[in-house]
């Protein structure tokens, strides 16, 4: 069982930046999958980036692309996304999410963390 602990969300003004961390416990292969998904007050949860923990796949939503990377640091079992130029409708809670097969894509994640609150002022 893989639990998931995410940190780094906090309040920024718009064109700021943001770091977000997901710690891992347990063991993750590197034919896993992880990703970060957000949801805004009134929204449907929306994916934003997954990337395999082998580093070989990664897949960002055109949302976010050109601002958001995704990256992660096996010895750490850590999962990072870097926010850069960051607008009001980023404001969401951000979590982190991981599934046992290497597609990088938006659904079938069966572990998820609890979150983390971004919210970007204009």
């Known amino acids: 069982q893989v639990q998931l602990v995410e940190s780094g969300g906090g309040l920024v003004q718009a064109g700021g930046s943001l770091s977000l961390s997901c710690v891992a416990s347990?063991?993750?292969?590197?034919?896993?999958?992880m990703g970060w998904f957000r949801q805004a007050p009134g929204r449907e949860r929306e994916f934003v980036a997954a990337i395999t923990w082998g580093g070989y796949s990664t897949t960002v939503a055109a949302s976010v692309g050109g601002r958001f990377t995704i990256s992660r640091d096996v010895a750490k079992n850590t999962m990072y996304l870097q926010m850069n130029n960051l607008q009001p409708e980023d404001t969401a809670v951000y979590s982190c999410?991981?599934?046992?097969?290497?597609?990088?894509?938006?659904?079938?994640?069966?572990?998820w963390g609890q979150g983390t609150q971004v919210t970007v002022s204009s």
């Open positions: 999410a991981g599934k046992p097969t290497p597609y990088t894509s938006s659904n079938e994640y069966q572990w």
């Open positions: 347990g063991r993750i292969y590197s034919d896993y999958a």
